[in-house]
């Protein structure tokens, strides 16, 4: 077996050069390797450094347009792709895209456009660990960057992303395990407090259930308030938003 690369294999139609020059350009500015063929002669020899780019590599691009379809070469690449399952991420640039990935969800440039950020962050899980793990500093930089107050709570910024939700073990409720994507949210960065929670109560009377007469507990002002249902939490929310317009 051939050892694992952590390069992008893109495939491509000679027609459709300059579109994927751009890609290239593109990709590497983000921190990609990518292995493209630029070469114009073609034989058996250089078929072998083809067939071992696609081997070895993490993920598989391929252009799709007529032209490509049309192409023995990039046919043989993407059979190649499929037999050693590769991760085949494949970008509509003109026509209706080809046959034989009609299986695969694709990106749509066909506006001649770079693709979006799903897009990138498909190819970064596809890379592996490292790469991970430099999205993650990614993230944490931003999240403290990017910071709100509002109603005198601190909230901080959480980017777009999938997580895995689920168990195989526990109530059915949970089962089975499955990706889920959350757009861009922020989020508090300390538990709502019963001094917080206070003004929605009197505002509101969503009492909770250990509040005797409105009143907080002398000492645990400033504890997270708890004995609080989804529905009392989803008003406070409400609640908040209206009181700030935020």
Request: net charge negative; charged share 30%; proline share 4%.
């Amino acid at each position: 077996m051939a050892e694992m690369g952590r390069h992008v294999f893109i495939s491509y139609s000679r027609k459709d050069q300059d579109y994927t020059r751009k890609l290239v350009e593109e990709l590497q500015k983000r921190g990609f390797e990518v292995w493209v063929d630029d070469r114009i002669d073609f034989g058996d020899r250089w078929w072998k450094e083809i067939d071992r780019a696609i081997r070895t590599c993490a993920a598989f691009v391929v252009v799709m347009t007529p032209d490509s379809e049309a192409s023995e070469w990039v046919e043989r690449e993407i059979q190649l792709a499929l037999r050693e399952r590769k991760a085949i991420l494949p970008l509509l640039l003109r026509g209706k895209g080809h046959s034989i990935l009609i299986t695969i969800q694709h990106d749509n440039v066909t506006d001649g456009q770079m693709p979006g950020e799903d897009f990138h962050d498909r190819l970064r899980r596809q890379l592996g660990a490292p790469h991970v793990a430099e999205q993650v500093r990614i993230v944490k930089r931003e999240v403290l960057l990017r910071t709100i107050t509002v109603g005198g709570m601190e909230f901080v910024f959480i980017p777009h992303g999938e997580f895995t939700m689920g168990s195989d073990e526990g109530l059915d409720d949970d089962k089975p395990p499955h990706e889920v994507y959350l757009d861009a949210f922020y989020i508090g960065k300390y538990p709502v407090t019963n001094v917080q929670y206070k003004r929605f109560v009197e505002a509101t009377g969503h009492d909770p259930d250990h509040w005797r007469g409105r009143s907080i507990r002398k000492g645990k002002e400033n504890d997270p308030v708890v004995s609080v249902d989804w529905h009392d939490a989803r008003a406070y929310c409400q609640w908040l938003g209206d009181e700030t317009g935020q």
